[in-house]
């Protein structure tokens, strides 16, 4: 079946720094979604991108559909405590309404 | 807009009862919702697909007799946990997507289950 490889599993960094993770996967995939997960909540969806080469923006928050639709990355700029949570990348392929496919999970600590 | 609502946000129950949670998309049509499983730390499973009006489709290894899904109408489906035992114990958390933005999934805000 098809797999995303999220990376890196967790980061720890400082109030103000950068951050970009990104999934990877062998097959190709329609769309990508972005989501982040407070403790205990649903996850939130952060960006959505539906074509190849796309980047889109929100706020603090860019992200990009890989020109050969198998990757996507998200960056966060100047970061602050509240980015702190589980990032997911979460891939669709065939249909439009078929399943996600979720990478693990990027664990972000921001310290103050 | 996309805002999708699940009740309860907690619930406790003893073993061999069996636990409905709901979940609702608040502010469009939802044609198809999905029920995930999370363990802590971990990535989201899918459990189930459902479309309104048709029966659920199971992932592979998950007991549709243990987890009876119902998706009545465009802005509801339930999710009943049967005969709950300790290992049922975990978070669940439900998403739906509409007829525009592609099939975006919007997720619930998840409900906690613990199983006695």
């Known amino acids: 079946g098809q797999q995303l490889n999220q990376s890196p599993q967790s980061m720890f960094i400082q109030e103000g720094e950068d951050v970009s993770m990104n999934c990877t996967s062998s097959s190709i995939f329609n769309t990508w979604l972005w989501y982040k997960q407070d403790p205990g909540e649903g996850p939130v969806l952060l960006i959505a991108?539906?074509?190849?080469?796309e980047l889109t923006s929100n706020g603090r928050l860019t992200a990009q559909f890989g020109i050969t639709r198998k990757d996507s990355f998200l960056n966060i700029s100047a970061s602050i405590p509240s980015d702190v949570g589980i990032y997911f990348c979460?891939?669709?392929?065939?249909?439009?309404?078929?399943?996600?496919?979720f990478g693990q999970g990027t664990i972000l600590t921001v310290h103050p | 807009g996309a805002v999708v609502s699940q009740h309860p946000s907690r619930v406790i129950c003893k073993s061999g009862t069996s636990v409905k949670i709901e979940c609702r998309s608040l502010?469009?049509?939802?044609?198809?919702m999905f029920w995930y499983r999370q363990f802590p730390k971990k990535s989201l499973m899918l459990m189930a697909t459902s479309n309104e009006g048709s029966k659920a489709t199971y992932e592979q290894g998950v007991e549709k007799d243990k987890f009876l899904i119902n998706h009545a109408s465009l802005t509801l489906s339930t999710l009943t946990v049967t005969s709950a035992h300790p290992e049922d114990s975990s978070f669940y958390i439900c998403?739906?997507?509409?007829?525009?933005?592609?099939?975006?999934?919007?997720f619930g805000p998840g409900t906690r289950l613990l199983v006695l």
């Open positions: 502010d469009f049509q939802a044609t198809t």
């Open positions: 979460a891939g669709r392929g065939g249909t439009s309404y078929g399943k996600l496919t």
């Open positions: 991108l539906y074509k190849a080469g």
């Open positions: 998403s739906a997507s509409g007829t525009s933005g592609e099939g975006t999934q919007y």
